[in-house]
């Protein structure tokens, strides 16, 4: 069975940091692509980056230099750094497993998902 456990979300000060975790069990984690997302209230879910499976990692234009993706292999889990936080950063955040081919942006393209993680920034 599959599992994605986020955690780190939290209440925070427009321009301060968090860290997100998602520590992935049930399958090879080595071998798998895993990408972030979030959703705001209202709006669709918004890729974010994601780490490739030989450790390099891509990050989307609208968090570039502020959102930084990692992983610890050993640890079975991928990081999301979020610096510079701003109120519309503020959103639920969720990890996935990419299990199909297509852009890397597609939700569809992720059969697992996290249960999601709430990222609250104050102004």
């Known amino acids: 069975q599959v599992q994605l456990v986020e955690s780190g979300g939290g209440l925070v000060q427009a321009g301060g940091s968090l860290r997100l975790s998602c520590a992935a069990a049930?399958?090879?984690?080595?071998?798998?692509?895993m990408g972030w997302f979030r959703q705001a209230p209202g709006k669709e879910r918004e890729f974010l980056g994601i780490?490739?499976?030989?450790?390099?990692?891509s990050t989307a234009d609208s968090v570039k230099g502020r959102f930084t993706i990692s992983r610890d292999n050993a640890k079975s889990t991928v990081y999301l750094q979020m610096n510079s936080l701003k109120v519309e950063d503020t959103a639920v955040y969720y990890c996935?497993?990419?299990?199909?081919?297509?852009?890397?942006?597609?939700?569809?393209?992720?059969?697992?998902w996290g249960q999601g993680t709430q990222v609250t920034v104050s102004s």
């Open positions: 780490s490739w499976s030989g450790g390099s990692t």
């Open positions: 049930g399958r090879t984690f080595t071998s798998d692509a």
């Open positions: 996935a497993v990419r299990t199909a081919f297509g852009s890397v942006w597609s939700p569809s393209a992720y059969a697992y």
